[in-house]
């Protein structure tokens, strides 16, 4: 133990009363430990430095001994008979003997810690499967579903309580990066080889990352700069050879640790298993680059700071399968596809650590879109540029209250142009769109522990001004309760809001035929979510494991869904201020037995409705009521392999209403019940890793989705019916290697 007592007669007036006693606490960099408790021996009171580390105490007649402590450093005693100043150096509790820990990492996570209910997917669960890239990350897991929203182009999005994807957040490294134009194909921008953890929260959150979550918030965090390994190889391709390549690499310069990123997609051949003269895979050409930096520490005093930079050019082509880009493009003889990005981003967060209390962060992040797309005979232009500044201060009172506020700035300038090179549908939607939108936004959020920390609340509140729109104010409160160490119990409620990318967002109605018949002008979207978590662990000799009950309510107030059914070669889009309701129930269990096998299972309950007009329940389309998942893994003590099985069941899900089609475009009301399997082999070796897999190996199909594919330019040609695997058995294999 380092003891350091000095007279400070520089430091202190020299006509201080005799009977206090002047002091300072710090550490052994002398930085002031703002916060440490001074007290005399024996007594159970005492008093709390101040943001410089200086205190003043009445001397004590029945004591001379003075202590001071600090949470995470050895306690010091001083005996200051016959002194009036006194200096308290702490020293840090590193002075333990070295040991080695050894510990396997985890693939997914279920955190009884976390303040909000989080699901962590680390690199070890995603290396379970395929993910070449964000969409294919969750197959192992209930709470997310990827679903395609255009089988033309293969768009996806993660849908989270049964809701669209454009109602949970997706952030990339606490960033939105993820809006307007980037929603249709951001998600398969990101390779899976480039990703860290993914933490998935339900419902209502925290107001720090804005207003739009409503269903929950996807955080996708790449890889550290200074926690990867220093070189990365990903090789990978499939039956239908689509080929993948992703290259990493981590180095240093000064003091600034970097990691630069390579991935690279080159297209299949031409399938059409079903022989509706349609692709069942788009060939996907993608190039990306990516550089990021870092420097300092979070959480030491001083700056600390990540910048990353992005670059992405992808082109995709799909449509019939004697289809030719260069002769066809725009034409009416032949129905073809291509899409065309050019995306630079960039986002830096910096930190400067005041002291053990204070902390400033400074978020920013921009990119910019370029899109030119053909859809038959339509041609989409689009450009878009993203902007976002967030300041946030957070101070730490004591143990029990943290308050974290701020301001925040989003811009976001999208320019779409839409015209027909022939136009015999009489479609009116052509035009030019423009949005400017400024968003200014203030924010609060405190977290507050009471029960010696087994209950925790925190209470958040944004108040945001839009440009068009007006204020408007997002409260949101959620409550943690440990009743014992191993069972966690949350509840949260909370409002959410956002504003509509139509055409972006619903991508497939630019690939149909159908007539988009604007009813009104759209306002912002809005809803109430409320739900309750239960998660208990239990841990034995040989056996591990946690059991989550879900429930999830979300009640719009204002809702924005394309109206398929009035009448099928034309989409209504107006605002639904009715009765619609999502209810979602989850529950998931997981063990891990004699340190090997690895069992999950998952079922989700989803009840998805409107009430019209008429008091008539509406289920909304493509939402399984039932979906049951299980997965199972194994891995031998030696870690020479791992097999990993995952088998999903989906149930029924309603379809846009067709009858008033002619009899031969017309479809059923609702869809198939279904499985699917897949199962993948990894063999490890000390630098290499190869793998192999299949996925959908029942080899189930929805045979001939696009109805009147005979017909791609008649007025019932349409891709929404689209409710299954479309592609059917895919084998893959690749190889991986890295030098740490």
């Known amino acids: 133990m380092l003891r350091v007592a000095c007279i400070l007669i520089l430091a202190f007036p020299l006509n201080t009363v005799a009977q206090t006693i002047l002091g300072k606490v710090v550490n052994a960099k002398n930085q002031p430990l703002a916060g440490a408790t001074i007290k005399w021996v024996n007594n159970t009171k005492g008093i709390i430095a101040k943001e410089d580390g200086s205190f003043v105490l009445l001397k004590n007649s029945s004591s001379s001994k003075l202590v001071a402590s600090y949470s995470g450093y050895l306690k010091d005693t001083i005996d200051v008979d016959n002194l009036d100043t006194v200096l308290f150096i702490l020293k840090e509790k590193n002075n333990l003997q070295e040991v080695l820990v050894i510990a396997e990492k985890a693939g997914t996570v279920q955190s009884n810690l976390s303040l909000i209910k989080t699901e962590i997917l680390t690199s070890v669960e995603l290396k379970k499967s395929a993910c070449c890239d964000l969409a294919g990350c969750f197959e192992t897991q209930s709470s997310v579903q990827p679903q395609t929203t255009n089988i033309i182009t293969n768009a996806k999005e993660l849908r989270i309580l049964g809701l669209s994807g454009v109602y949970n957040q997706v952030l990339i490294d606490g960033f939105p990066m993820i809006q307007g134009l980037t929603f249709t194909y951001g998600i398969s921008g990101i390779p899976g080889t480039l990703v860290d953890n993914i933490y998935i929260s339900k419902g209502a959150n925290s107001v720090l990352q804005g207003h739009e979550s409503i269903s929950g918030q996807i955080n996708v965090e790449t890889k550290k700069p200074n926690a990867s390994e220093k070189l990365f190889a990903n090789i990978y391709a499939n039956s239908f050879l689509e080929k993948h390549v992703n290259l990493a690499t981590n180095f240093k310069v000064g003091k600034w640790h970097s990691l630069l990123a390579f991935h690279m997609v080159q297209p299949a051949l031409k399938i059409d298993r079903d022989k509706d003269d349609f692709l069942d895979l788009p060939l996907l050409t993608r190039y990306m680059v990516m550089n990021k930096w870092k420097i300092g520490k979070e959480n030491e005093w001083g700056w600390s700071s990540e910048v990353a930079v992005r670059f992405l050019n992808e082109k995709r082509t799909g449509g019939q399968i004697f289809f030719n880009p260069s002769t066809h493009k725009g034409s009416t003889s032949v129905y073809g596809n291509t899409v065309t990005i050019n995306q630079p981003e960039m ?215 394309p109206d398929y059914d009035t009448d099928p070669t034309k989409a209504f889009i107006k605002n639904f201020t009715g009765k619609s309701i999502s209810n979602g129930f989850q529950t998931d269990f997981f063990i891990k037995f004699y340190k090997r096998y690895e069992f999950k299972a998952g079922y989700n309950f989803l009840d998805v409705y409107r009430v019209n007009n008429n008091n008539t329940k509406e289920v909304l389309p493509f939402n399984p009521r039932h979906k049951v998942l299980t997965t199972f893994s194994y891995k031998p003590i030696t870690n020479k392999f791992h097999a990993d099985v995952n088998i999903h069941f989906y149930g029924q899900q309603r379809l846009p209403n067709t009858k008033s089609n002619p009899a031969a475009y017309q479809r059923p009301d609702f869809s198939k019940a279904y499985t699917t399997a897949n199962a993948q082999l990894t063999s490890i070796f000390k630098t290499l890793e190869l793998y192999g897999g299949c996925e959908n190996m029942f080899n189930f199909r929805q045979n001939k989705p696009i109805n009147s594919w005979q017909n791609p330019f008649g007025p019932y040609f349409d891709i929404s019916s689209v409710w299954g695997p479309t592609r059917g058995r895919e084998f893959y294999m690749g190889v991986r290697w890295k030098l740490k």
Do not use: C, M
């Open 347 to 561: 986002w830096a967060k910096t930190s400067y650590r005041l002291n053990d209390v204070h902390r400033l962060t400074l978020y920013t992040s921009t990119f910019h879109q370029n899109q030119q797309s053909y859809f038959g005979s339509l041609s989409y232009t689009a450009k878009q540029t993203n902007a976002f500044v967030n300041v946030q201060h957070e101070v730490k009172f004591s143990e029990t209250h943290n308050l974290k506020s701020g301001i925040s700035l989003k811009h976001l300038q999208l320019n779409e142009d839409i015209f027909f090179t022939d136009n015999t549908l009489a479609r009116n939607y052509d035009g030019n769109y423009k949005r400017n939108e400024n968003i200014l936004g203030f924010f609060s959020e405190n977290t507050s522990s009471f029960l010696k920390g087994k209950l925790t609340w925190i209470v958040g509140l944004r108040v945001d001004n839009h440009n068009q729109f007006g204020w408007n104010v997002t409260p949101r409160t959620l409550l943690k309760y440990d009743p014992t160490p191993k069972l966690t119990i949350r509840a949260n409620i909370g409002t959410g809001w956002r504003t509509v990318n139509l055409f972006s967002e619903n991508i497939g109605l630019l690939a149909s035929s159908r007539n988009i018949v604007f009813v009104e002008a759209l306002k912002p979207e809005k809803a109430l979510n409320t739900g309750i978590n239960i998660t208990k662990k239990f841990e034995g000799k040989n056996a591990s494991g946690y059991i989550s009950l879900d429930y999830y309510r979300t009640n719009f107030q204002n809702q924005i869904f």
